[in-house]
Nanobody, 119 residues
Framework: VQLQASGGGLVQAGGSLRLTCAAS????????VNWFRQAPGKEREFVAG??????HYADSAKGRFTVVRDNAKLTTYLQMNSLKPEDTAVYYC???????????????WGQGTLVTVSS
């Protein structure tokens, strides 16, 4: 599965962005998909995940971010509302056969898209 993330940009605090993760390969629909992010000088961290049984969010994302998938379009979206400056990071989508929160368990990665939230 090959992934391409897009939709990042510069937004003011309180604003919204929708990130898109487009995939190639029909096996994508059987994969769990996570969004991770990495801020400068920090480790990559889990943000949100979706699989065919449900979704899960990091505490920092609960109530503000929503992850959905459109299997017909082989696409997963991360809707981010009420953005904060601390959300500034490069966001990555990743696909794997089994859902976990660990980046090392995911074998397919998009190239990352930069989200910058100004105060």
């Amino acid at each position: 599965v090959q992934l391409q993330a897009s939709g990042g940009g510069l937004v003011q605090a309180g604003g919204s962005l929708r990130l898109t993760c487009a995939a190639s390969g029909r096996t994508f629909n059987r994969c769990a998909v996570n969004w991770f992010r990495q801020a400068p000088g920090k480790e990559r961290e889990f943000v949100a995940g979706i699989w065919n049984g449900g979704t899960h969010y990091a505490d920092s994302a609960k109530g503000r971010f929503t992850v959905v998938r459109d299997n017909a379009k082989l696409t997963t979206y991360l809707q981010m509302n009420s953005l904060k400056p601390e959300d500034t990071a490069v966001y990555y989508c990743a696909a794997g056969r089994i859902w976990t929160m660990r980046p090392e368990d995911f074998t397919s990665w998009g190239q990352g898209t930069l989200v910058t939230v100004s105060s």
